[in-house]
């Protein structure tokens, strides 16, 4: 028997139409490329994105369509967002930090029709253009003066307003495509997500849960991860969705830049990749300055520093929050809330339990197996390979046969990790760079950590290298700060202490620098073909 309730499809238009609807003067703030702030508000935003929609379908882009964006988080990016997502045609959001190459060819996989991009990747597209043949329009996010300097590219601004805000949203199945995502590629070529109405709004709900991000309508949002980087952690669709003040940062997310905008904005809560924490943090300390609204900010992407957690608690009183999740994910997957029984515990017993990636959010299936597919326990020590199911999880990459998941729903992350009772995830390791040593496992992540904790090191890595005896053992590679010195020696003793006398890498090398990926995390496929042909001491 069926019920008998609506079946109000779950669609994105939806959730700016109730912004406009209800928090119609709530505002959306912008560090402009131009430099300027720009203020404006859902009421605005909501008309301009209708006014985009028409000018896209006076285009003849049609539902199903892709259209690609390479844009900072912006107002503009936003109305661009919804203006697509809005007729049922897919919003392909472009890491701009990829490699050329690696650009064209997502383009040219998703077939974009149209390509929309701020000023500062306006250069690289009509150098490009020749190798983008699916490409019928370049728009730039400007107006006409600013599109002068850029011939072969329309202005955004003369584009809509040529259109009235008439077009006409939703009316669609709620699992019609609505944004394309293409991971990074570190492993083979990039692979494409693509998201449905139904996935991204299920999402929307999922972290507005008060064990995730936990919005309200008086919140100021600031989403510094961007638009192109999973989403922004699904910020521009949960921040209008409660009628949250949202403020974009552009271009700029340095320290100096960012506070400011979270100090004259009133922010109250953010959401980052632990190097952009960091960069705050230096400039705060340095300019000695305070934090006088934010409460609480979410990092992910990579493993926060339980140091960088300590530092925001004591010296600014603000909450950490460590998430972990991917692209396939939408990407959220689980979310540091304290377990019930250390809910009242000191900050200090916390600690150790902030530093771990967090619990599954309500809408998220996690479970643990091993090598052979076993299931696992849930006890917080052994670690094994973590898989994931859930209704804003990826089942098939774009245009690539075949379904990506078992016979049960779940996909495999690709992540290496320990789950407790409590279902309290510690990712230890991407599953390609855990050091296989004589059967056992190593966490080059955890190697990492404290390796970083040295005194001389600003960026360690740590990768295994084959050897005869144990298959492969770790090889720390260390760039030191400026002006610092230190030994292999001192390394290993710093270490001592800290891990299993079987976990201590076998050498320590020091280089000049440390090959970065599109998203600002350590390119280890890079550093593995640059140690391609080392061999350990005691096997030369
Ligand atoms: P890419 O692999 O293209 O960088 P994502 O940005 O989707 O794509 O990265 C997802 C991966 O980033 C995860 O599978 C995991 O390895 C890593 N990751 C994300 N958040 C965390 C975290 N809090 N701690 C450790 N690793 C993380």
């Known amino acids: ?71 900072w988080n912006t107002g503009r990016h936003l109305e661009v967002w919804y203006g697509v997502m809005g007729i049922g045609a897919v919003c392909h959001t472009v890491n701009p930090r990829l490699f050329a190459d690696q650009i064209c060819y997502i383009i040219n996989h998703a077939q974009d029709r149209v390509v929309i ?54 009316a669609f199945d709620e699992n019609t495509a609505a944004g394309l995502c293409y991971t990074s590629g570190t492993t083979g070529d990039p692979k494409g997500v693509l998201y449905s109405h139904r996935s991204n709004v299920l999402h929307t709900y999922m972290t507005l849960q008060a064990d995730g991000f936990g919005l309200t309508q008086s919140d100021t949002v600031l989403p510094v991860v961007p638009m192109y980087h999973a989403n922004a952690w699904g910020i521009a669709f949960s921040a209008p969705a409660v009628g949250a003040k949202l403020v974009m940062p ?37 300019t000695k300055s305070p934090l006088t609204s934010l409460k609480r900010v979410v990092i992910g992407g990579a493993a926060c520093p339980p140091a960088l957690i300590r530092a925001f608690h004591d010296e600014f009183g603000v909450e950490v929050m460590h998430a972990w999740g991917m692209t396939e994910m939408s990407p959220t997957g689980v979310f540091c809330s304290m377990p019930l029984e250390l809910k009242d515990a000191s900050f200090e017993d916390q600690l150790p339990i902030r530093a771990k990636q967090g619990r599954p959010l309500y809408g998220v299936d996690i479970t643990l197996e091993d090598d052979e597919g076993q299931p696992l326990p849930h006890d917080g020590v052994t670690f094994g390979h973590l898989l994931v199911r859930g209704p804003s999880v990826v089942e098939g990459y774009y245009r690539q046969a075949g379904k990506v998941v078992d016979e049960r729903g779940f996909f495999d992350t690709g992540d290496i990790a320990t789950i407790d009772h409590n279902g309290m995830v510690q990712i230890t390791d991407r599953a390609k760079d855990v050091i296989k040593s004589g059967g056992e496992w190593i966490s080059s992540v955890e190697l990492e950590n404290h390796g970083v904790g040295h005194a001389a090191a600003e960026i360690v890595a740590v990768i295994g290298v084959a050897h005869p005896t144990w298959d492969e053992r770790p090889l720390m590679i260390v760039k030191l700060r400026p002006g610092e010195s230190a030994t292999r020696e001192d390394f290993l003793a710093h270490m001592q202490d800290k891990v299993a ?40």
């Open 1 to 71: 028997m069926h019920g008998l309730m609506q079946s109000w499809p779950l669609t994105v238009d939806k959730i700016l139409d109730r912004a406009k609807t209800w928090s119609a003067s709530r505002e959306v703030v912008t560090r402009s490329l131009e430099g300027p702030i720009v203020r404006s508000t859902y009421a605005d935003i909501h008309t301009r994105a209708k006014k985009f929609s028409a000018a896209l379908l006076a285009m003849g882009i049609k539902p199903g369509d892709r259209v690609a964006t390479l844009a």
């Open 250 to 286: 552009g271009a700029k997310m340095d320290g100096a830049s960012i506070h400011e905008l979270l100090e004259t904005e009133g922010v109250t809560f953010s959401a980052a990749v632990p190097t952009v924490w960091q960069g705050l943090l230096q400039h705060l300390r340095a």
């Open 501 to 540: 006398k079987w976990w201590l890498p076998n050498d320590v090398v020091f280089v000049d620098d440390i090959p970065l990926g599109a998203t600002g995390k350590i390119d280890k496929k890079a550093l593995r073909d640059q140690f391609k042909d080392y061999r350990f001491p005691d096997c030369r």
């Open 117 to 170: 991009a701020d000023a500062t990747f306006a250069p690289f597209l009509m150098q490009h253009k020749d190798k983008l043949p699916s490409v019928e329009r370049f728009v730039i996010l400007a107006d006409e003066d600013r599109a002068g300097d850029h011939p072969g590219m329309i202005a955004y601004e003369t584009l809509i307003a040529q259109h009235a805000p008439d077009a006409q949203w939703g």
